[in-house]
Structures are given as structure tokens and as C-alpha cells.
């Protein structure tokens, strides 16, 4: 029975034991902090160091499973001042590799495991193939752990990160371990820092410096990687607020979170006054907005001029800074609901005509009376349509016009064009 089932307001039984399980198996499993940045260089191993630093003076028992400081000065100092898990080392090919040995980190079972670069490879004859596989074992063995990520490591941006660069990055992890961490502390500079800090010799030294200056570390890149890194970052923390609204229903959309408005618009002319006032009452409060329009089977039949109207009234609400979307779909209710909840949306704008259409707003076919009756959690604001005068002019398209200066929505749709 789902919880849109349970009419009396009782919680959802099935709900409340899957969510006692997985409330269990969190306490079993080791906590995992992740420090992510936009590139190699901009701080995310020293700030990992500072944070162990900061537990050992709590009492916490840390140890420094593995940590690449890469000849940098003011990482070395932070790290030498930490006890360090001897390396394990491996023969391959005539040398021998150094890798963290992840059978000594579970013997010694440390309260909190620094384990930096989680997207490396780790050598032939290792247990797991990935460093984020170690990891995945000492999470189930119930250790805590501290590790660092470069968003170009992660597998679903590996495309975007090439065509950004022109590199092709070898080493990916997927998505999964950024979504199950407890929590990701984004580190974060400007690019024009982090070319200085390359200049200085505090990323790479002597001729290795060089190259990255000329080819992965050219200012558009950095400014690339940065705005991927930071929206990645964003989504984490919509999915933690979405997380947070779930297991709080009542407490989590007045918990101070930003409202947002959905505005439901047709292929009526009207539609367009509707638009601007959600303008005017997203400026007030200060709210991000959405416009969106819902295609049925019977839509797909509409008239030219009425597709065209719709056109229209995204277009204007794209103009004021709305993000726009066209949904499809067979109930119209059914759609801007879960819309609206995929959204975190805290309001729903409705238009209301004028004239005899005013007093069916609860017939219980209409988009008002589906969504005042399904949803509580959302906000249904309805508002009225201005009553249009008698057209005195009529465009090529067929759509009436009494603005001189107005230009027909035709002429800017593709697709559609004016006899």
C-alpha cells in the first residue's frame, strides 16, 4: 500500500520498515567524508589533512592510510605530523609499487582513515582493481573514512570533461560513491588563484608545471571544470534536501529552504497575464520559478494558433528568467503533482477565467480540484484572469490582436509560420 493510499494520515507501514532497515544498515556502515574539487591543485588533500588534524585534537584515533602530497611543502608538513599506515609493496615488471594496503587498515581498524586520490588504479595483484573498491570494503567493515575527488574523475562527466580539455582521463569512479556520502565538502578556488599557485611551483614542480600550464591548465578549462564542479556540488545538495523532506514531510518545506514557484500554463491567450504576475510574485518573494506546459493525446490535436500561444508564454517566461518545460502526458493533474514534487516546488500558480468557466474550479475533472485534493504540502495559488475585451483584429495565423504594437507568437514558433 503506498502512501497516497493511507487516507486517514497514517504513515505507510512498508515506508516506515524500509526506512527503519536502511537507518540500520547506515549504523553498521563507516561514515564517509569526501573532499571534491574542480582540479588537481586547489586544496583538497591539505584541507582532508587540516580535518584530520582537527579529529586527533577530539580525541579521534586517525591514521593516514594513503596521501599523494606530491612534493608540496605545506601538505608535507600537515601529513608528517600524523601517524602514517606503512605502504604494502608489489613487484610488477622489474619494480616495485608502492599501494595502500588495505588488509593492514582493517587490522588496525582506526577510528578515521585518510585515504586520498579514490579514483586511482591500483597495481596488478591487488585485491580490488580500484581505490574506491578498498573503499568500499573498509565502509562495510565499519570504518569512517576521509578521501578526496576531482570531478573529472567522475564516470558520468567523463565525456564532458574531454571535450572541455582535450584530454582523456583513464581513471573514473562512478557517480554512486558521491551520492552515498555522508558528506561532500566542495574546496574551491578561483582560476586565476590556482594558476598562481601553478606558477609558484605549489601544484606540480619544475617541467611537469609547464606542461599542465600549456594543456590541461589553461584558464577556459579551469573555468569549465569549476562551473561542472560547483553544479555537482549544487545537486548534491538538492538531493540532500529532497532526503530531508521525505523523512520530515511536514517539517521540511517551512525548515527555511528557498520557495519555489510552478506556474501551469494552456494555450490560452489569457495564459500570458498569468505569466508575468508569477514574475511579479517570484521577485517578491524572492523565489526561483518554473513554467511548464503538459502535452495530452487530445493536445497533440489543438489548432495551430493554440500550440503557437503556447510557444508564446514559454518564450516570455524564459525572457523574465523562468526555467521552462514542455511534459507530456495523459492526466494534466497527475503530471504538474509529480513534477512539482520532483522539484521541491512550494507553490503552484493556477489561472482562473473570468465569466461562467469561474465557478467549475472544483469540478472534479479540473486541474484546481486534482491538485487541492492530492497535495498538502504544496501551496495552490489561484489567480484570477483578466477578462478579455472584444478583438478587433485578426492576423494571418487566425489568433485575434487589439495590441498595435503586438507581434503574432506565429512568427517566432518553428514549425509554424504566418499565411
Sequence with gaps: MSTEDRKDGRPDPDALLAQVQQEEQARQRGRLKI???????????????????QEMTKGVDVLVGIVETHQRSETQALADVLPVLPRMHIPYKNVVLEEFDLDAALARRPGLLLLDELAHSNAPGS??????????ELLDAGLSVATTVNVQHLESVHEVVQQITGVQVQETLPDQIIQQA???????????DLLQRLKEGKVYLGERGQRAMTHFFRKGNLIALRQLALRLAAD?????????HQQNPE??????????????VSGRPEDEHLVRAAYHLATAQRADWLVIHVDTPRGLLQKPQTQAWIWNHLHLAESLGAETAR???VNIGAEVLAYARLRDVTQIV??????????????PGSLTA??????????????????KKPFRKIDACGINNTLASWTCPCASVPGIAPL
Excluded: C
Excluded at 582493481?129 to 568500499?136: A, G, I, N, Y
Excluded at 486534482?370 to 477578462?387: C, F, K
Design 236 to 244: 548534491r545538495v538538492d538531493l540532500e534536501l529532497r532526503q530531508f
Design 350 to 363: 493556477l489561472g482562473q477565467t473570468q465569466g461562467l468557466r469561474k465557478f467549475l474550479w472544483w469540478w
Design 127 to 136: 585485491r580490488h582493481k580500484k581505490r574506491w573498491q578498498d573503499l568500499e
Design 182 to 192: 555522508d558528506e561532500v565538502i566542495l574546496v574551491d578556488i578561483t582560476d586565476e
Design 35 to 53: 573532499f571534491f574539487g574542480a582540479a588537481p591543485g586547489v586544496g583538497k588533500t591539505y584541507a582532508m589533512l587540516r580535518y584530520g588534524q
Design 370 to 387: 486534482h491538485l487541492l485534493n492530492s497535495e498538502r504540502g504544496i501551496d495552490v495559488v489561484i489567480h484570477p484572469l483578466p477578462v
Design 327 to 329: 511534459l507530456t502526458g
Design 251 to 264: 517539517e521540511g518545506r517551512r525548515s527555511g529552504s528557498r520557495d519555489r514557484l510552478l506556474v501551469a
